[in-house]
């Protein structure tokens, strides 16, 4: 295999931030969620999670360009069973809303350098009543021209790369213990040996163990294991 990806991936999920999540309140435009979806692997992301109906689920395995193989996207039926996900993975995450309101701050005083997760509202009606009561804060992206709001993908875009901005001043990047390490070993695996990954899959194999240059170390049973049809 071409240990340049494997070192490649390997830096990826080293770097990637499970306690900072993206929470798409019934953001219903395939487009926006493919960019959302973008956007968090971009900034590191490791959860989306989208509130849509279950008669309205659309997410396929085209989306985002193939970043769906690397983010974990949770769908969920309301806003409070996502946020109850969210806040089970993590407590003490701080839950913000986009909301114009008289409690709003600019999104840019927000410390995203704590644990956080940040709801933005669907593309016609904005974030429900349902989620702002689920809100630590309010956060806004100032305008200065005649319109007061972006398409839900770029406000997205914004907020996740300050926060991007501010962890990697941070050194949160430098941790890599983020991701659990079983995680990380099923998507190298996957990433880098995806042939045998399925193979593995079909035939109820665990995955081996990788080298330090993502080379399968595997003893002659598993090898012989996979050769041979599993009988019916």
């Avoid at 973008?38 to 490791?46: E, F, L, P």
């Avoid at 429900?128 to 009561?133: E, F, K």
């Avoid at 972006?150 to 997205?156: P, Q």
């Amino acid at each position: 295999m071409d240990n340049k990806r494997y070192h490649r991936v390997k830096r990826v999920l080293d770097r990637r931030q499970t306690d900072l999540t993206v929470c798409l309140d019934e953001v219903h435009k395939h487009h926006n969620l493919s960019a959302i979806v973008r956007t968090a692997d971009a900034v590191g992301c490791h959860h989306v999670h989208a509130v849509w109906p279950q008669e309205q689920r659309r997410l396929t395995n085209n989306t985002s360009g193939g970043s769906k193989n690397w983010v974990e996207t949770h769908m969920h039926d309301d806003i409070h069973n996502a946020v109850g996900a969210i806040k089970a993975h993590n407590p003490d995450i701080q839950i913000l809303a986009t909301n114009l309101s008289d409690s709003a701050v600019d999104f840019r005083e927000i410390d995203y350098t704590k644990p956080t997760a940040i709801i933005v509202g669907q593309e016609r009606t904005g974030i429900s009543d349902d989620a702002l009561a689920h809100a630590d804060q309010h956060i806004v992206i100032p305008m200065e021209g005649m319109v007061q709001s972006l398409n839900v993908s770029v406000a997205a875009a914004l907020i996740l790369y300050e926060a991007q901005r501010q962890r990697e001043a941070a050194g949160c990047y430098q941790r890599n213990d983020m991701l659990d390490e079983s995680i990380k070993h099923r998507l190298l695996f996957e990433g880098c040996h995806p042939i045998i990954a399925e193979r593995c899959v079909e035939k109820g194999l665990p995955y081996p163990e990788l080298d330090d240059d993502g080379e399968i170390v595997a003893d002659e049973i598993f090898w012989n294991s996979l050769k041979f049809s599993t009988p019916k």
